[in-house]
């Protein structure tokens, strides 16, 4: 299969850490619509599985934690990176990962899902457009939120009323597929050189 028709290669990158967090539930969801796609083929970081110090610390644990980490941000072509809100922002532990990472996000599409209370995570999705920016990351337009997610989804972890979120993630994930296509198209033409 040549590159232009192989399914896009997105990792999902689930970004809540708390212990009890509400993360996997919109994270199963969220699966179930990346997986129903067969122009995506998908893999899984979940911060609340890595061991990355927030202080420096190049050892063992850091090595061992990037070696199982790095290889599947590095092989995506697209990410979706699920967020919720913690203080009118993105969890600390999701801008660790960010951060212990550079190339790996370079000259990529970023779709952004988040949840939260009333603001549904939508404070925590334009810091990370303007995070993923200074990494030559592109936000695609388009998010799904889950505003007072708890409330959301029923007790079999389904939201009460899917029509607008699966509506929501086809028009994000439509974006995400365009710009990771014409990406990785263009960096085979010509590697991507952003200073
Ligand atoms: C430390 C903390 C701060 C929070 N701050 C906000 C906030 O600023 N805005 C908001 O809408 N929800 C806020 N919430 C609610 C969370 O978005 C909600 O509990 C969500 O389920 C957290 O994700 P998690 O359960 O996967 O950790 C906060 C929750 C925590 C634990």
């Not at 927030?54 to 050892?59: C, M, Q, R, S």
């Not at 999705?125 to 920016?133: D, G, K, P």
């Amino acid at each position: 299969m040549d590159t232009v028709t192989a399914p896009l290669q997105v990792t999902l990158i689930i970004g809540s850490n708390r212990h009890g967090r509400f993360g996997p539930v919109v994270a199963d969801w969220l699966l179930g619509r990346l997986r129903d796609r067969e122009d995506l083929a998908v893999d899984v970081v979940d911060v609340a599985r890595t061991a990355l110090p927030t202080t420096f610390a190049p050892g063992p644990e850091a090595t061992a934690a990037l070696a199982e980490i790095t290889p599947q941000l590095a092989r995506a072509d697209a990410f979706v990176v699920l967020t919720p809100e913690y203080n009118h922002s993105f969890p600390a532990g999701l801008k660790n990962l960010i951060d212990w990472h550079y190339a790996e996000w370079r000259a990529k599409p970023v779709a952004l899902v988040s949840y939260g209370g009333l603001a549904g995570g939508l404070r925590a999705v334009e810091h990370l457009r303007q995070v993923f920016a200074e990494l030559h990351a592109v936000t695609v337009r388009d998010t799904v939120s889950f505003h007072n997610a708890g409330a959301s989804f029923d007790d079999e972890g389904r939201p009460k009323d899917p029509t607008g979120p699966d509506a929501a993630a086809k028009v994000m994930l439509d974006q995400l597929v365009w710009w990771g296509t014409a990406l990785r198209e263009a960096k085979e033409k010509r590697p991507y050189d952003g200073a």
